[in-house]
């Protein structure tokens, strides 16, 4: 169980830094631990270094049974979109989603071959179009069990891009598109999380998101619109895969040096975000704080 409490990070304790441009994340851990336990085999198993076993590991059935899982690897996505995205001229934010046929039928999110089908016949189009293009596909699951793709481009061909709606359903050929430029968006990933995780709270979908007379999950505002946070992580399911990405996406560069050092790249800057908490498993405890910056904010 994790509880809020305050963490003191002294200036030569070691951070774990996440340096993405002008986005900046601090991650300390108290007790950190510094030798590999278990080394992976493969998908299903690990080999114990001190003993020698060999363990499966344990799959859930429902990822959404794991939520620590979930937000861990939302949180690898926001890193990677923010390393690769800067909210430039020859990028874009595009949905793409598929429309019933004449039968009535549209794709389910276990229709992964069907829908990596549809995917590569676009992209094929769009690099034919515009060269090399760099991409991160989000598969977002709806309630009823069907799906769509969010995306983000970079035409690196390109010093600026514009597509119209139009074109772009042309090119997709599967229903409704939209077309969305980040510019002036100085922290795409957190930007685009709403759109992964969060549903938007309507009089015809209250029902559903009420446990007794309170809401299962915490409320965000955006101007007269409410959304309900994480309501959407209960709908990946295990073994599906959230996102993907191009050859040309690049890691973001981590690496572990002092408090004191970590502070130096951002001088005077106050953390745009910041978190502290302890928590204990098995006995053991520890205390965790994370603090990120937004040098544009400055």
């Not at 861990?72 to 793409?96: A, D, M, Q, V």
């Not at 990596?116 to 293009?133: D, E, Q």
């Not at 599906?240 to 005077?268: D, F, H, L, M, W």
């Not at 975000?273 to 704080?289: A, L, P, T």
Request: aromatic share 12%.
């Amino acid at each position: 169980m994790d509880n809020e409490t305050e963490v003191i990070i002294a200036p030569q304790d070691l951070v774990t830094v996440t340096d993405m441009g002008h986005l900046y994340e601090i991650q300390y851990l108290k007790h950190r631990n510094c030798r590999q336990t278990v080394q992976k085999i493969d998908a299903n198993r690990g080999l114990v270094l001190s003993t020698g076993e060999i363990i499966e590991y344990q799959k859930s059935v429902n990822r959404a049974s794991s939520v620590q899982g979930l937000r861990k690897t939302f949180k690898k996505l926001r890193y990677l979109i923010n390393e690769n995205f800067r909210g430039k001229p020859n990028e874009l934010f595009c949905t793409l989603t598929f429309a019933r046929d004449e039968r009535g039928w549209r794709p389910s999110v276990n229709d992964n071959e069907y829908m990596n089908k549809c995917w590569k016949k676009f992209l094929r189009k769009m690099r034919k179009m515009y060269g090399n293009v760099e991409f991160i596909r989000v598969l977002e699951p709806h309630e009823d069990g069907h799906a769509h793709y969010h995306a983000l481009f970079r035409f690196d061909e390109f010093s600026k891009i514009y597509i119209p709606n139009v074109l772009l359903r042309e090119l997709w050929g599967m229903g409704y598109v939209s077309v969305e430029s980040l510019k002036g968006v100085d922290n795409i990933g957190a930007y685009l999380s709403a759109y992964f995780t969060d549903i938007e709270l309507t009089d015809e979908n209250l029902s559903k998101h009420l446990k007794g007379n309170k809401l299962t999950n915490p409320i965000k505002e955006v101007g007269d619109k409410k959304y309900l946070k994480g309501a959407r992580l209960a709908f990946y399911d295990s073994g599906k895969q959230i996102y993907n990405k191009s050859k040309g996406i690049k890691q973001p560069q981590r690496r572990v040096t002092t408090y004191e050092k970590a502070k130096k790249r951002v001088g005077e800057c106050e953390p745009t975000y910041s978190k502290s908490y302890s928590f204990e498993i098995d006995g053991f405890e520890n205390q965790v704080r994370f603090e990120s910056y937004n040098l544009k904010r400055k």
